[in-house]
Structure formats: structure tokens, C-alpha cells
């Protein structure tokens, strides 16, 4: 059995990308590995350093959690900070870390980019702290979107440097790993990239709101004109909605539009409408054990113990 491990930070809702881009491939991984998944609430604090936000995010995340699936009985579900081996090792690690490689990673730029006036040192040692979420349970595979790429890199980097400097063979190397056998990156509703928690509101397609509000989003995700010729290529926007669809929608529905698109035929109004009634059809099922798992606060404590 392969050693599994994968966090995620407890800043706002779980969304469409959090799923399809990690959670899916935990699903499939806890039935057959010896799985770790957590929630990465020493990470958050880089960018969202509230108590009160950061306790209701984690009972969020964790019910979550439950309501797509992740078991208890099958794999270790546990808070970041429960583990102080993470703590003491970070400290450690961080002396095999350069200052160069750090400012190198795309999140960092980011990071200093969208936060100006907090640009804290645990941004900067971010990729070591992940290395180490890793490298303590010697995992062997790290299911993540395709923005977690270069910090798999770094995490193999580190764990390497260590092994050289100290003759040993105690670190694994890890590999990112989707069960689509792709790193995703799951688009957001505004045109600009990857969906995420930190991306706004309007951009992201989360489980835990009403239907009149998803609906809404998507109606209002940006387009463009539309095509004027046959078989024109879709611009990012337009892409963005097929890469959506393809998702949650079936074959027919999404061949069924790329014929309309490429007749110059299609109806943006229309495709969005097919678009929320099967992102719907996905999502509700979800909220609805959401909302039965934040009934009970005893329950989720019961989980984390
Ligand atoms: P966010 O970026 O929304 O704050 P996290 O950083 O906590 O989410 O990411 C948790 C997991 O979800 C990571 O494995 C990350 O790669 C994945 N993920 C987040 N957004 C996306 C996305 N848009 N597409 C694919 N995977 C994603
Ligand atoms: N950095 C990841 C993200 O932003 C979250 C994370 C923290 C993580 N530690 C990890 C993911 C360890 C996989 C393994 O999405």
C-alpha cells in the first residue's frame, strides 16, 4: 500500500477546482492506500491570519469534507496543527531551503503581488511547510491541481538536499498525482485563470450556496461576441465554459454545443442555462449532507479527536 497525503487550507468554501482538482482522486485513493488528508490550517494563517474565520473555516472544510466522501474508517482525517512532528520538522527544514528558490515560486509572486502589506516570511517558507506535510509520512504519491506542481517540485528538491547533506536515504520522493492521470486545472467563471477560494466570489462555483445564487454566477460568466466563422477557435472565456461543462455535463450535451459552436450557431444564454442545471445536478447532492454535517458540531469533533 502507497503512502497518500494532501491538504487543503481552510479559507473559504470547497469549490468545483478543490474537487475535481484533489478531492476526486482522495476518493479513489482511500479505497486502496494508506491515505493522510488534512486540513491545512497553519498555511492559512499566511493569508487569512483571523481566529474567528480560521475556527468556522476548519468545522466548514471538514463537514465538507465528510459530505464528498472522505471516510474516517478508511483514511486519517486530522488538523495540520494537531501534528507538532509538522511544527518541529518545518523548523528543520527550513535550513535546507534557499532564499533564491523561495522567491522563485509563482505562488510567493503572487502572494506579495495580491497582499502588499502583508508580506509575511510564512508566505516565503510556504513551499518548505508543504514539503514537510509530505516528507514526515514518507509519502509516495500527493493527489493536486496542476498549481501545486512546482511546490512538488520544491518538496522533492528538499527532501533530496537533506538525504545528500546527511548520507541518508530517509526521504521519499513524492509525485503529484490525479486520477485522471492530468494534473487539472479546473477554470474560473471570470475569464482569468484558475478558479480559487481567493479568487472572488463571482469566479467560483462553490457547493455550499443556494441554487439561485450558482445559477446566477454562471449566467453572468464573462463572454465573448460570439464566433462569425465555421469552426472558429474559442477564446479563453468561451473555452473556460466547455472545460466547465466537460465536468459535469454528458457527451451528448457537450458535442451537442461544440457542433453549435463550430456552425457559428450558438446561443452563449443557452449554454450557460445547460451549464448551471448540470453543475446543479452535481452540487446538490453534496450541500444537502453539508448542511447535515454542520448540524452536528459533536459529529465533527468526533471525526478530528
Ligand atoms: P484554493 O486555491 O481555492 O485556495 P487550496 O489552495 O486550498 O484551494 O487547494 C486545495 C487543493 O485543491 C489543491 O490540491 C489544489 O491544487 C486544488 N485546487 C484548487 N483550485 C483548483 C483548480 N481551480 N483546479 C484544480 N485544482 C485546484
Ligand atoms: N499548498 C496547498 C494548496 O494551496 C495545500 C497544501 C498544504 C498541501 N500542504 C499540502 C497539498 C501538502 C498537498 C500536500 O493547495
Known amino acids: 500500500m502507497a503512502v497518500v497525503v494532501s491538504g487543503i487550507r481552510p479559507t473559504g468554501m470547497l469549490h468545483l477546482g478543490n474537487y475535481f482538482g484533489a478531492v476526486k482522486s482522495f476518493l479513489q485513493m482511500q479505497e486502496k492506500h494508506d491515505c493522510f488528508f488534512f486540513i491545512a490550517d497553519i498555511h492559512s494563517l499566511t493569508t487569512h491570519p483571523t481566529p474567528e ?46 532564499i533564491g528558490e523561495l522567491e522563485r515560486s509563482v505562488t510567493y509572486k503572487e502572494k506579495k503581488a495580491s497582499q502588499p502589506k502583508n508580506i509575511n516570511a510564512g508566505l516565503l517558507t510556504y513551499p518548505v511547510l508543504m514539503a514537510v506535510d509530505i516528507l514526515v509520512h514518507h509519502a509516495e504519491f500527493v493527489p493536486v491541481g496542476k498549481d501545486q506542481q ?48 481567493s479568487s472572488g ?19 453572468r460568466a464573462k463572454t465573448d ?9 474559442k477564446s479563453e472565456e468561451i473555452q473556460n465554459l466547455f472545460d466547465l461543462m466537460a465536468l459535469v455535463s454528458d457527451t ?20 450557460k442555462k445547460q451549464l448551471a ?29
Open 53 to 98: 474565520n480560521l475556527h468556522s473555516n476548519v468545522k466548514q472544510v471538514l463537514a465538507e469534507h465528510l459530505a464528498m466522501g472522505i471516510d474516517p474508517d478508511k483514511c486519517a482525517l486530522f488538523i495540520q496543527s494537531d501534528v507538532p512532528a509538522i511544527s518541529e520538522l518545518y523548523t528543520y527544514m527550513n535550513m535546507n531551503a534557499y
Open 150 to 197: 512546482q511546490h512538488l517540485e520544491m518538496t522533492r528538491q528538499f527532501g533530496n538536499r537533506f538525504n545528500n547533506l546527511y548520507n541518508t536515504d530517509y526521504f521519499k520522493e513524492p509525485q503529484a498525482y490525479s486520477n485522471t492521470g492530468e494534473l487539472v486545472k479546473v477554470p474560473g467563471l471570470t475569464g482569468k485563470g484558475k478558479m480559487s477560494k
Open 201 to 219: 466570489d463571482e469566479d467560483t462555483i462553490v457547493f455550499d450556496q443556494d441554487d439561485k445564487t450558482i445559477t446566477k454566477k454562471i449566467m
Open 225 to 233: 461576441t460570439g464566433p462569425t466563422e465555421l469552426n472558429q477557435a
Open 252 to 271: 451528448s450535451t457537450i458535442s451537442h454545443f461544440d457542433d453549435l459552436y463550430a456552425k457559428a450557431e450558438i446561443r452563449y444564454g443557452d449554454l
Open 277 to 305: 442545471e448540470d453543475v446543479l445536478k452535481f452540487v446538490s447532492p453534496i450541500r444537502e449532507k453539508i448542511n447535515y454535517y454542520k448540524k452536528w458540531p459533536a459529529l465533527l469533533s468526533g471525526v478530528i479527536l
